[in-house]
Structures are given as structure tokens and as C-alpha cells.
């Protein structure tokens, strides 16, 4: 498992070119050993699909290959102190690594369900190409696993995507005489400040304190000595799971003066504590490592699960324990892999 990691870890996965090769190396490891399994392509970027086992439910394990960008020396991997450090490592192709190891170990069990792994190159930039995709082909489910990094955590709910292009119009005049006209960049930051004390926005849950709001751009004015008459604000809302997009859509142009038009609207992930597959695999957790939290979690970005979750699948993010991804010195703990994929095993084997 340490040997196939550090090999899809060498492979700088952060364009369309490297993630079809790591897709392409999975998928020949996989079938080196034994798993049959299929490549599929969306506008030039591939994935990769395999099933087993048999029954009237499928359990989907999904993941990325693909990560963000990084340094030359990111893309070679460090073994140190029980951790690998690379780009990659925790976000997520160990969580990848111990699906297939464990997708390996199952497909020559009697299994009275059916398991499908499934390996995308996109989730970084969206997942359109990927996840959606494949949810889109008809690639479902009944319940999904994302082994995104979690702390060996099960993480229940995930926060739903808004972004939204809030366009403020003032009217221009000379610089030196801005009393005589109407500055668009000030009515933009004064929208921004409506938005933020929104009630909607400020509801929270037992996860989540509120929703977030983000400044993400700002564009508007050209030169000095003009009163700016158009400005244009990009917001990133995340938005607690529970809330219902449309609703916060509507609040936002009813606060705002200018108009407002939505680039994303995107579902949150939200499945309850006692639902049965959860606890399932808490059980399975407290077989094959007593030692582990039992502590629900939940995330403040989104994973590829939401497309499942946005067709009505229940959908989870559970996956290795690691720090600093996306950042400096990204590692993930070796023997949190080792847990991860016995806890699948044991999981599919009772689902």
C-alpha cells in the first residue's frame, strides 16, 4: 500500500494530463490484481469505475486523484516518523489507496452486496468531468463513502456552495467632485455588509455555527479621477446543509440594491446520526480499531459527495487521518491507512 501511494504521489495530478495518468496507473494496479474494471471519459478526462460482489444494494467508495498544484519537491514523497509527506498524500489519494487495497481484498469474497470503487480526476476543480459525470451515466447507489481526509472521523454533513455575482451601478463623475455622483464600489461593500447580517445566513446547527460569506473579488472603477458608476463582487457563500439554497438566493435580492446572479448553486451533504449505515460502520470501527473516536464530525468545504447527495443518496466523508493539505508539508499517517482499509473490508462484508 506505501509503495502504490508513493508512486501515485509522484505523479503531479494538478492538470487534466497528470490526473488521467494517475487514473491510468490505478487502474492497471488494480488490474495486475485481479480487478476488472472500466476507464471513462468525459471531454478528455478519465475515470475509473469497478463493481463486485452481488445483491439488491451497492455501496459506492469514491475518490480524487487529482490534486491541487504544488512545488517539484511536493511530488517526492518522504517517508518520516509512521507519516508520508507529499502533495497528495491526505487530499486524498491515501484514502484512494486503502479503497483499492481494501476493493482488492473483497473481490474474491461471497459479498451479499455489491461494492463500487470509483477513481475521479476533478473533484478539485468542481468534479464535473468526474463525480457528476458518472452520477449523470447512472453510476448510483444507496449509500457513499468519500474517503476524504476526516481524522479517521465519520463526517456527517458538509456545507452546500452559493456563489453569487452581487452587481452594484452608481453614477460616474469628475474625482475631485465625488458628491456629484454615486460611487458603485462603496454600494457594492455596503451590499456586502446587508448580505453578512441576513438572518438565514446566521442560522447555525449543531456542526455549524452559521453559514460563511467570502469576498472573493472585486472589480470595478478604471482610473483616479472618476467616481466609479459600475462594480461587480464575487461571494463564496457556504452554506449550512439544512438551509435551502433558493431561500438564501431570494433573501440576498430582496437586501441588496443592484441584482445579483448566481454562478453556483450546489447542495450540502446531510445524513443523521442514527441512520443505520452509520451506525454500521461505527460498529465496524469499534471491531477493527477499539481505539478510535466515535465522534461525528461534519466539513466546512465540499466533496464530490453532494452529487449524490443532490439525487437524494445518503453520503459520508470518511478517510485517513493528515494535516497541511493544500499546504505545506502535507502528510498523512501510515497506520490510519491501514485502519481505513480494514474498516472497509469490514464494513462491505456486513452492509
Request: aromatic letters at 6%; glycine letters at 10%; hydrophobic letters at 40%.
Amino acid at each position: 500500500m506505501l509503495k502504490l501511494l508513493k508512486q501515485l504521489v509522484k505523479i503531479d495530478s494538478s492538470s487534466r494530463e497528470g490526473a488521467n495518468q494517475a487514473v491510468e496507473l490505478a487502474a492497471a494496479y488494480l488490474k495486475a490484481h485481479g480487478v476488472e474494471g472500466e476507464i471513462l471519459t468525459c471531454e478528455g478526462w478519465k475515470s475509473y469505475v469497478a463493481e463486485l460482489g452481488q445483491g439488491g444494494k451497492t455501496l459506492i467508495w469514491n475518490g480524487h486523484l487529482d490534486v491541487v498544484s504544488g512545488r517539484a519537491d511536493q511530488f517526492d514523497p518522504i517517508e518520516q516518523e509512521g507519516r508520508l509527506i507529499g502533495r497528495g498524500t491526505a487530499d486524498m489519494k491515501g484514502g484512494c489507496v486503502a479503497m483499492m487495497e481494501a476493493f482488492i481484498a473483497l473481490k474474491d469474497q461471497p459479498l451479499s452486496t455489491k461494492v463500487m470503487l470509483q477513481l475521479v480526476p476533478d473533484e478539485e476543480i468542481g468534479g464535473i468531468h468526474g463525480t457528476k459525470h458518472l452520477v449523470d451515466q447512472g453510476y448510483l447507489g444507496d449509500f457513499v463513502i468519500c474517503t476524504e481526509p476526516t481524522q479517521m472521523k465519520v463526517s456527517l454533513q458538509a456545507k452546500g456552495i452559493l456563489r453569487v455575482l452581487v452587481h452594484s451601478y452608481g453614477k460616474a463623475a469628475h474625482g475631485s467632485r465625488p458628491w456629484e455622483g454615486e460611487n458603485a464600489i462603496v454600494k457594492a461593500m455596503e451590499n456586502v455588509e446587508r448580505i453578512k447580517v441576513l438572518p438565514i445566513l446566521n442560522e447555525g446547527s449543531s456542526f455549524y455555527e452559521k453559514s460563511s460569506v467570502n469576498l472573493a473579488f472585486i472589480r470595478g472603477g478604471d482610473i483616479y479621477n472618476r467616481v466609479p458608476d459600475a462594480c461587480t463582487l464575487g461571494l463564496d457563500i457556504r452554506y449550512v446543509p439544512h438551509l435551502n439554497a433558493e431561500e438564501i438566493v431570494a433573501a440576498i435580492e430582496e437586501s441588496v440594491d443592484g441584482k445579483i446572479e448566481i454562478e453556483a448553486m450546489e447542495p450540502g451533504v446531510c445524513v443523521e446520526e442514527e441512520a443505520k449505515e452509520i451506525q454500521q460502520l461505527k460498529d465496524s470501527m469499534s471491531v477493527v480499531s477499539p481505539d478510535l473516536s466515535l465522534e461525528t464530525t461534519a466539513q466546512h468545504g465540499a466533496s464530490d459527495g453532494r452529487f449524490f447527495s443532490g439525487r437524494g443518496i445518503p453520503a459520508i466523508e470518511f478517510g485517513p487521518t493528515g494535516d497541511a493539505w493544500h499546504g505545506d508539508n502535507e502528510y498523512v499517517e501510515l497506520k490510519s491507512l491501514e485502519q481505513l482499509r480494514d474498516i472497509l473490508i469490514h464494513y462491505a462484508q456486513h452492509f
